[in-house]
């Protein structure tokens, strides 16, 4: 099916991962018009429609969906957690919501910089959190993870730059090319870890326990250890 001018406020059902959603053309292309959403609906590509049920496809997980639906509409980000806060943030770049990506990470910052970001996340919640993102890089950037134990997890490819992971515990854990730029690890215990490709770039290593530690390029931690 290709969309035209004409159906600029005609009605669009997706199916996002299972999920089905009801909204305009109009929604999806109005307030974030450089988004992948307004690309897809904006009339210069064919969209494909299942035959059956008249859904477009987008292999997504919804959960979240409704809340970047309510942005595209009113312009008001939800209030979530820290952890549903970085889910969303995920799925706000993945549709390349400028403007919703914006406004999650100044809510972020601010709660960093206040010092009242949530310190409630399980280990449990970070398991899940890596098993429903198999596929993506699972993002928990500036995230407050302080004295959780993360011990043995394969947290591979995770992106925890500018994270606080103050006493932390990575001991055994598999961290290969995980991102801890500008992350404060300051008394993280890596004692075992797995921390091949890993970034440390600007990280605060001071009194980590780096014994046993797996590393590629040993120079990159230290430089980051002194900093």
Known sequence: ????????????????????????????????????????FSGRHTVHKD???????????????????????DGVAPNLSDLERLELLREAEY???????????????KKKVDGKMDTDLTRTDIIKCVQSNKKYRLKLRGVNLSGLDLSNLDLSNVDLSRACLKNTNFSGAILRAANFSEANLEGAD???????????????????DLRHVRVSTI????TAHKT
């Not at 109005?30 to 690309?39: D, G, N, Q, T, Y």
């Not at 549709?95 to 910052?109: A, F, P, S, T």
């Open 95 to 109: 549709y390349q919501l400028l403007g919703l990506v914006e406004r999650i990470n100044m809510v972020l910052n």
């Open 190 to 208: 890596l004692k075992g870890a797995d921390l091949l490709s890993a970034i440390f770039t600007g990280a605060n290593l001071q009194h980590a």
């Open 219 to 222: 120079d990159i931690l230290y």
């Open 1 to 40: 099916m290709t969309m035209n001018t004409d159906a600029c406020s005609s009605i669009v059902r997706l199916n996002i991962g299972g999920s089905i959603f009801c909204t305009t053309v109009d929604t999806l292309t109005h307030r974030e018009p450089h988004s992948m959403l307004a690309a897809m």
């Open 51 to 73: 035959s059956d049920t008249g859904c477009v496809f987008v292999d997504r997980d919804g959960t979240h969906f409704r809340h970047i639906l309510n942005w595209l509409r």
